[in-house]
C-alpha cells in the first residue's frame, strides 16, 4: 500500500523556519519524481516545488524560490523541505506528493498544517 | 507556464450527471492533465490522467461513474449517478518542464 506521511508542521514565527519531512512507503522511492504542494486555509491548491528521482532537477514555484529548498534522501525514502524566512501568507497545510511521469501527481499525503504567527 | 480555468461551482441532482471543464490556456491545448478529487476536510484524491485526445486512465479504485473527455482545450470530468460522496471540491493539474499548475477548483454540490 502506498503511504506518504508528513511531518514537522506547526507554528512558527514570521522570519523563522521549519523543515517538514515525508516518509514514502509501498512503492519505489527512487524512481518516483516528488512534489509539495500546498492548500491556504480556503483556498486552492498551490504547487511549491518538485524534484526528479535522483534529486538533480529541481524547481521551485515563484513565491517561494530563494527560500525554501527540497531535498530527498533515497537512502531513507524520504522527502523533505526546508523553509526559511516563513512570511504570514506561507500559511497552509503543506502535502507531498507522487508524480507518474507524463501523468500528473498520483498519490496525496494527508498533510501537515505550518501556522506562520506572531 | 501553462493556466487552468475552472468554474468555481457547479450543481447537480443526486443520480443525476454533471460535467465539470477545465481550460487550457493559449498554447498549451494539447496538454495531458490530471484530475483531483478533494473531499470535505480530506487530502486531495487522484481520480485519472486525461489526454487532449479524450483518452483518459484512471487511478486504482476510482469508481466507473466517472469519466474524462477532451474537446480543444478543454478538458472534461463527468461523474454519471451522482452520489452524497461526490459533493467535493475538484481541480485540475497540468504541467511543463520545470513548473507543476493546478485549476482554482470547481466545488460540486449535489442537490
Known amino acids: 500500500e502506498v503511504q506518504l506521511l508528513e511531518s514537522g508542521g506547526g507554528l512558527v514565527q514570521p522570519g523563522g523556519s521549519l523543515r517538514l519531512s515525508c516518509a514514502a512507503s509501498?512503492?519505489?522511492?527512487?524512481?518516483?519524481?516528488m512534489s509539495w504542494v500546498r492548500q491556504a486555509p480556503g483556498k486552492g491548491l498551490e504547487w511549491v516545488s518538485s524534484?526528479?528521482?535522483?534529486?538533480?532537477?529541481?524547481y521551485y514555484a515563484d513565491p517561494v524560490k530563494g527560500r525554501f529548498t527540497i531535498s530527498r534522501d533515497n537512502s531513507k525514502n524520504t522527502l523533505y523541505l526546508q523553509m526559511n524566512s516563513l512570511r504570514a501568507d506561507d500559511t497552509a497545510i503543506y502535502s507531498c506528493?507522487?508524480?507518474?511521469?507524463?501523468?500528473?501527481?498520483?498519490?496525496w499525503g494527508q498533510g501537515t498544517l505550518v501556522t506562520v504567527s506572531s | 507556464q501553462p493556466v487552468l480555468t475552472q468554474s468555481s461551482s457547479a450543481s447537480a441532482s443526486l443520480g443525476s450527471s454533471v460535467k465539470v471543464t477545465c481550460t487550457l490556456s493559449?498554447?498549451?491545448?494539447?496538454?495531458?492533465i490530471a484530475w483531483h478529487q478533494q473531499q470535505p476536510g480530506k487530502a486531495p484524491r487522484y481520480l485519472m490522467k486525461?489526454?487532449?485526445?479524450?483518452?483518459?486512465k484512471k487511478g486504482s479504485g476510482v469508481p466507473d461513474r466517472f469519466s474524462g473527455s477532451s474537446s480543444g482545450a478543454d478538458r472534461y470530468l463527468t461523474i454519471s449517478n451522482l452520489q452524497s460522496e461526490d459533493e467535493a471540491d475538484y481541480y485540475c493539474?497540468?504541467?511543463?518542464?520545470?513548473?507543476?499548475?493546478f485549476g482554482g477548483g470547481t466545488k460540486l454540490t449535489v442537490l
Open positions: 509501498g512503492f519505489t522511492f527512487t524512481t518516483s519524481p
Open positions: 493539474e497540468t504541467w511543463d518542464s520545470n513548473s507543476r499548475v
Open positions: 506528493a507522487r508524480i507518474q511521469v507524463a501523468a500528473g501527481i498520483d498519490f
Open positions: 493559449s498554447g498549451h491545448s494539447t496538454n495531458i
Open positions: 486525461l489526454e487532449g485526445s479524450g483518452n483518459y
Open positions: 524534484i526528479s528521482e535522483s534529486g538533480s532537477n529541481i
